[in-house]
């Protein structure tokens, strides 16, 4: 900030409001001098309610130092709109922001709401790639991306992104996770069984690739459990990694859940290798959760 705002001759019509901590303020936080000056300030015109040119300068110099001031935010866009500002402009200005700040909750907000009201959406899918690019699993440029999915129905194009993000990375639960939005959260477009069935062949797939991986089976179960699918339907697949000698926890966690399902839904007794499986887990394959394994064990014998 080029000098203290109680110093600048065109801000001398506004008299600065300070902070009312209280007459004895226990821990009172040591604002630094220009942060001081410049909220002093702001507190006044938002008190004021003005709308200028000047009021977006002062919360700029805000942002700079506060980047997470969610009030600010605010007030900024309402300057905005109240004087009709270029909003391409405020996106050349917030993409300066991100380089930054690409997890503060606030930059992507109010990147939403001036996307919003541009009903432009050309710049975002460069935008977010890049951002993903360089961190695939950023938390907020994958929600933010479903937001421009819904408002401007680009569902379509997303299928790819997914494969290639997930090419790249096998173990992105977020790319994960953002196919599962694609299939399920469609307006009015449920997905058919055969896409299912291709869901779950996808998936299969790539958990013979890293069998380890618990983003795939993950994937795997929510499939089954959204379309009401059993377990048993695995059955051929499961057996196949086990004759491949693959020692993942998750495919024995699938079995013993398979074989839960199995009794209940047949009223019969659980198939004993569930027991098996628990002790299989608890001694070699997953050792490090092994009072799990044990205390699950203890859950599946009361279904013999």
Known sequence: MAAFYSERPEWADVTPIPQDDGPNPLVPIAYSADYTDAMD?????????????RVLGLLADIIEMNPAHYTVWQYRQQVLFALHSDLKAELDYLDMIAENQVKNYQVWHH?????????????????????????????????YR???????????????????????????????????????????????????????DYTKSKIALAPNNSCGWAYLHALLDKQQLALNTL???????????????????????????DAKSSNEPINAQALEYCDLLAEHVDPIRKKYWQNKKAAVSKLL
């Open 41 to 53: 300030y702001f507190r006044a015109v938002s008190k004021a309610n003005e709308k200028s040119e």
């Open 111 to 143: 990147r939403q709401v001036i996307v919003d009201a541009l009903n432009d959406c050309s710049r975002e899918m460069p935008f977010i790639n890049a951002i993903l690019d360089d961190d695939s699993k950023n938390y907020h440029a994958w929600s």
């Open 146 to 200: 479903q937001w421009v999915i819904r408002r401007f129905n680009l569902w379509d194009a997303e299928w790819q992104y997914t494969n290639d993000m997930i090419t790249l990375d096998i173990r992105n639960n977020s790319a994960w996770n953002h196919r599962y939005f694609l299939l399920f959260s469609r307006p009015e477009s449920a997905p058919d069984a055969a896409t299912i069935n291709q869901e779950i």
């Open 235 to 261: 059955t051929a697949f499961l057996k196949e990694l086990l004759d491949k000698q693959v020692a993942a926890p998750q495919l024995y966690s699938t079995w013993i859940d398979l074989y839960v399902q």
